[in-house]
């Protein structure tokens, strides 16, 4: 089989080295020169199978109305700009805000991180990749005694479907990290999931597609993809800028907030906006206050994540259309909140910042399956949890190009969930 994967981030290199090892003759297409530069660039580093509560729950409309305007609120939305494309998906995304629907797409998120996170253990073993991973778990940590409250009612139910979620006392926390030490008064307990992970997604992507190349994937860099040619309800060739036409058997997309741009070509397009998320990553070299175990501060909706010498601190998500330019108020939140939580931490005069666009789905669920056009696949749309689901989703998208039966049930997964 000629596969074609559109896309170089950790899921399109995961989703080519899943189809390498199933014998596919593989070629990947990314604009970038290299692998990960951009929403696998500087993420927040965590493989968080135990946290795919999805955005939209019953306690969302309450906190987006706390945030509302506010530039520097966990999560921006400004509804006042004329996009017809995010007030399409707002609505489809207030609709995902009941407790039944709620509850159902976090079942699905999860079937896909749960195996994710043992495919990459896997992958790991087999091909001796390390990328500043750390297999200590990931602590969240509250100060809201509110939230606090709904997080241990929620703690019980998320363990019926398999997690391993601890709740933790203040001083237990403490225990695990003993950084927070500066935040002692005000952490009122915390969840503790000990088979969560964390690492540098850009490293594991470089690395993974160094191994996808041994087993004959080959990389078309600094090439942009200008459309998709079908005939009638078959595809025919993926068409470069340039006019280059390539054909193959099965083109997988996994090109993140832009996939649904790319689809239209051929006729529909998908629920996808993009959420602009900022990061920044600071030395630790030399300091004694840097967290060891991936954190997750509940409040102000950020995570820290310890890769070798460094500390990546990430959160904030905006709703803001596909440029990734950074808002340098928003920027600095991020590293205000970080030296606040963590004084001796790290190097703070010379951060880098970094902002990318992660693809989120109405109902925080990727995209995972056939399309309408015969031979064109998806595998996009993974929200904050590309990296968390990037091996996992990989997996399974080339078990359904190849024609065996995936590892996972993929009911719910497909674009036809939104009506498509």
């Known amino acids: 089989m000629r596969a074609i994967v559109l896309g170089a981030g950790v899921v399109g290199v995961g989703t080519a080295y899943a189809l390498a090892r199933r014998g596919a003759d593989v070629l990947v297409i990314d604009r970038q020169p290299a692998p990960a530069l951009e929403t696998s660039f500087a993420n927040g580093g965590q493989i ?88 200590c778990g990931i602590l969240n940590f509250y100060r809201d005694p509110r939230e606090f409250e709904a997080a241990c009612r929620a703690n019980a139910a998320m363990n019926a479907h398999g997690l391993d979620r601890t709740v933790k006392t203040p001083d237990e926390c403490i225990a695990l990290e003993p950084a927070l030490e500066h935040a002692r008064k005000r952490i009122i307990g915390g969840i503790y999931s000990p088979s969560d992970e964390s690492g540098d997604a850009m490293m594991f992507a470089q690395g993974l597609a160094k191994e996808a190349e041994k087993l004959g994937v080959r990389f078309r860099f600094d090439t942009s993809v200008a459309g998709l040619e079908a005939a009638g309800k078959t595809l025919k060739a993926v068409v470069l800028e340039g006019g280059e036409r390539l054909t193959c058997d099965a083109a997988v997309v996994c090109l993140g907030s832009f996939s649904g741009k ?11 906006y993009p959420a602009k998320g900022y990061s920044i990553t600071v030395s630790t070299e030399g300091r004694s206050g840097a967290p060891t175990v ?30 990734d330019a950074i808002d340098q108020r928003r920027a600095d939140v991020i590293l205000a909140k970080t030296r606040d939580l ?57 078990d359904c190009v190849t024609g065996e039966t995936p590892a996972i049930d993929i009911d719910g997964l497909g674009m036809d969930r939104f009506g498509r």
């Open 342 to 398: 963590f004084p001796e931490a790290a190097d703070y005069a010379e951060p880098n910042f970094w902002a990318g666009l992660r693809p989120s789905t109405p109902d925080s669920a990727p995209i995972i399956g056939a399309t309408p056009v015969s031979g064109l696949w998806l595998n996009t749309g993974h929200g904050t949890l590309g990296w968390t689901m990037a091996a996992g989703s990989g997996d399974v998208i080339a």
């Open 294 to 323: 991936s954190l997750i501060d509940d409040e102000n909706k950020m995570v820290f994540s310890r890769l070798g010498e460094r500390l990546r601190a990430a959160g904030t998500a905006e709703l803001n259309g596909w440029s």
């Open 48 to 135: 968080s199978a135990c946290h795919v509560t999805p955005w939209a729950t019953p306690n969302t409309p309450h906190q987006l109305a706390k945030w509302f305007g506010r530039p520097d609120a966990p999560l921006y939305l400004p509804f006042w700009k004329p996009d017809l494309d995010l007030w399409r998906w707002g609505i489809l995304f207030l609709a995902n805000t009941s407790m039944t629907r709620s509850c159902r797409n976090m079942e699905r998120a999860l079937r896909v991180a749960l195996h994710s996170r043992n495919t990459i253990k896997a992958w790991r073993a087999e091909t001796g990749l390390h990328y500043d991973e750390r297999t």
């Open 262 to 272: 790319l689809t239209k070509s051929v006729g529909f397009g998908l629920p996808i």
